[in-house]
């Protein structure tokens, strides 16, 4: 008989029990700082029509996209495709029960994605995202920025990481920078130097801004502007920078706002653009010092008009995602996740010496459970030793069932880890 | 500017909020009743190889399967397919990872499955499904049938239907009787009339079986065992039993062992056969009372080889499943699950009379966050009453600060359900 290949799809992860209630206690916590910051759970079908992802995606989203195809179907009679994210259907979803949602609308999207990638290190086809978005109508003030950045530090803290910090700039800022230059017609261009400045080296930077015709002075001030971060004073010193700009002004209630949250790692970071279009105020990254090379674990912005391929009404939003898969992948990897002892991940097992004993095994289990504590009756024929070597594989704590036991109503809890036993009180 | 249709695919679900947030406590409850009973989650990918998921479907089946091509590929290139059920993967997994794993393995799967049914009322064609399994290597002892049964049954309770039937049978002693009967020979063509009887008039389940050939007599006997459900007595009863056989005392082990495990609404039902393979012993269906045309809720049962495609290791097992969206759905439609005070999903609402408090806001906020409850800080700037009304359609209580407030430290904390004031303790 041909025996098949048991290894999961590249590009996907597939965790051992231990492993995996590690990852969903760390997706729970996440949930739950989304849920304690007010935002309300949504889902989106995974499968959505060809018209709705294929509207907003182009270039290499488009190419990324996974179609499905029923068996007896080809891929033209096909109408439908996996999600690649979860801002477009959001998107839809927003339209499509407007009447029935209270704005701003305070959502959270935790959920698994799709994207078509060449199967490589680190790149992830299947994998989890966790993002909240705040979404007004027709309008939405600034101070929700600061919120959805203080909700996802508070987030990130959950994975316990050495130290974080928060990246942020204002893309009106950058827009109001480059036109004093007189660069206008250069803009775009320029954000893409800039949003490359990190990945190559300091002469690279300069030769692309030299070659794109920009003036020597100006070359000068980008740069200076490139590694400028740290407090909204700093960049407030910049010649090239009007305190008494819109773009200014916002970044600077941001960063105030966000002290006033508490959120400590947070600074001004004026090389952070976020690609080319989508973004029009205030955007954010996010790293761990110390491992810059992982890239931004946490990133998002304003946009200003959501809902465009679907409606005329303006749905302004500010959000950000954190990449759950990714971030559990490469922090194992690097051994920044707390392991906890998961390796027993059932609190008590139940041994019963016997098949006579099952009765009083199950009463047993019943009122430990009662309790909250999670149980494993350990039901096999096996010796005795060998039950109890499969209950210290899955339990923190043992109690044996035989008939002294039941007659005098006095049990044990062995605890597997100490190797210690005592009297069980119920 | 064309507007694009904003309608989710037919045969999935998309909730409203408040909605979405009771479907998310159910799947929560339910994981904790699987947890409780020492079941470990496992997730795998959603996309799986064409090789393994194809190996074991046929027929409707692999008609319904999703395949997954990338926009660049024909269906001929692609190798990948959505999973349709937890227990295909599970087999792959069970092979891939068995050093890893501590059998009896107790694993529980709550996840998302695709099937491209035609779309119709009731037919999902993505939805999720919570299945718990017991997987042994070479055996498994008997006494986990009732225990799965037992487990799903404390998970369907936190539906709080009205009323709910769970039907047991065992194929053993189904084949046992057909055996005994000397109709062996057409013993797959009887199951299937057994599998049908329900929807059918009597009529026709009895000319069904005069068709098939069957004797008179046991035309007769068999219309009477598929009419036997109640005790096991009722069953010991019937002189086409025999109350040694392995099958009966398998059926009467698992209603023994039900009972000590305090599962009032278990009862043996020999109409019950689930299908015409892959169940080797112990079969179970559950309905609710009254909604009997719901069908079942709840199946699963015994198997003897899981992973014969993968291995020459036998891997016997026991499982059920629970259809969570369509429970929801149908459940919902009839009126049958508790509402809830869910239309205000956030705890408290903070209203800001102005800008300038903000950070007095944003401090209260946290404290009420840290002792657990959800907060959203209405941010518009919009007229106080306006922010009120905002605050009542998302928030269970209010909290107004203003200058006097944050100078006497005293607030005022508002019963949005009541209209009721009353001092802020914190």
Redesign the interface.
Known sequence: MK???????SG??????SA??VF?NLKEEISGVF????F??????????N??LF?KAGGDT???????????E??ED?T?S?RFDHTVPLA??I???ES?????F??AQIG?N?R?ERAQKGRF??FYQCDIDVI?RE?L?L??DA?VIATLYEALKKFELPAIRIRINNRKLLSEIINGLGLSDKADAIYGIIDHAEKVPAEKTVAALRELGVPEESVVKITTLINTHGSIEDVAKLDIVDIESEGFKELESVMS?LK???VKDAEVDMMIVRGLDYYTGTVFETIVPGYESLGSICSGGRYENLCS???DQKFPGVGGSIGLTRLFCIFSENGLLKEGSEAA??DV?IIPMD?AM??AS??LA?SI?SE??????I???KKLGDKMK?AA???KFGIVVGEDEVISGHFEIKNFATGESAPLEI
Chains 1, 2 share one sequence.
Do not use: C
Not at 35 to 38: K, S, V
Not at 40 to 49: F, G
Not at 100 to 104: K, S
């Open positions: 025996r098949l290949n048991t290894s999961p799809i996907a992860q597939e965790l051992l029990p995996q209630a969903d849920h304690l910051h007010g309300q759970n949504v889902e989106t079908p995974i499968i959505d029509r018209e709705i509207a488009e190419k990324q996209i996974y179609r499905v195809v029923k068996t007896t080809s891929v096909s439908e996996l839809r979803y339209v499509e029960h029935n949602l209270a704005f701003p305070r959502v698994i799709f078509g086809r299947e007004g309008t003030p101070s929700y919120q706002e006033a949250m508490g391929n679907y409606t991940p059932v097992a098949r099952m009765e199950y009463k019943e459970r909250g504590k999670s149980v494993d009756v039901s096999t024929d499969h594989r899955v339990a």
